[in-house]
């Protein structure tokens, strides 16, 4: 089954302490992104990959890494988490060649609440 | 680059009746305008999407329209039902190279009243 997994679904942390949310995706995509939902925002981009070894910066990128070493997995890392990083944050991934079924599919989310 | 503002924020109609969300975006180039729906607690999900060679597209109790010349593309729900409460996202897609992303609209919570 086509699928982009994210882990942990549910995570409460404490202020500083370093953590590391998992996507992977089985379908091939060379593109991946990155986002967190606030309410009454939307859909806002931290981070995005168009490939392998390739990541740029999305609008609300600042206290995010990520890497891509391998095409499957994108993690998003907060180094030092904060309050303000609270949020709902989902994976997405898709194809990104012009012509091709260009669909995201979002992972479940994960629901992230620093203290 | 690629700018999609999304109206209204919050729709709210009577059962029953038809659901409009309208959605313009600035780059000509874009060519993919997919529309999302995201129930309480889930993640978004494909519903519809037009590609710009094409101007309505149509499934069962939902359309979207397309308007290359205005750069604006609506989504229409008939007959609405109480499932259909949700929040829905449009987006457009911008180009980097030869490759292509998508920029979102800033989400409608639609409101099914009974």
């Known amino acids: 089954e086509a699928q982009v997994t994210q882990n942990p679904r549910y995570l409460i942390t404490v202020t500083g302490k370093k953590l590391t949310v998992t996507c992977s995706q089985n379908?091939?995509?060379?593109?991946m992104s990155w986002y967190r939902q606030d309410p009454g925002l939307g859909l806002r981009q931290i981070y995005y990959?168009?490939?392998?070894?390739?990541?740029d910066k999305g609008d609300v990128p600042e206290g995010y890494k990520v890497s891509r070493k391998e095409k499957r997995n994108f993690p998003l890392i907060l180094e030092s988490p904060s309050p303000n990083q609270t949020s709902l944050y989902f994976c997405?991934?898709?194809?990104?060649?012009?012509?091709?079924?260009?669909?995201?599919?979002f992972g479940q989310g994960t629901r992230l609440t620093v203290v | 680059g690629e700018n999609v503002e999304q109206h209204p924020s919050t729709l709210s109609v009577q059962e029953g009746d038809s659901a409009v969300i309208k959605c313009t975006y600035s780059?000509?180039?874009?060519?993919?305008f997919p529309w999302y729906k995201q129930e309480l607690g889930k993640r978004p999900q494909l519903i519809i999407d037009?590609?710009?060679n094409v101007g309505e597209k149509k499934d069962q109790r939902i359309a979207v329209t397309l308007n290359k010349t205005a750069k604006h593309f609506s989504l229409h729900i008939t007959e609405t039902q109480p499932e259909d409460s949700a929040v829905y996202f449009c987006?457009?897609?911008?180009?980097?190279?030869?490759?292509?992303?998508?920029?979102w609209g800033a989400g409608t919570k639609l409101i099914i009243k009974p």
């Open positions: 987006a457009a897609t911008t180009f980097l190279g030869s490759n292509y992303q998508l920029i």
């Open positions: 990959s168009m490939n392998v070894e390739v990541t």
């Open positions: 997405a991934s898709s194809l990104s060649r012009q012509g091709d079924n260009t669909e995201a599919f």
């Open positions: 037009i590609r710009s």
């Open positions: 379908m091939n995509h060379e593109y």
């Open positions: 780059d000509s180039a874009s060519n993919y």
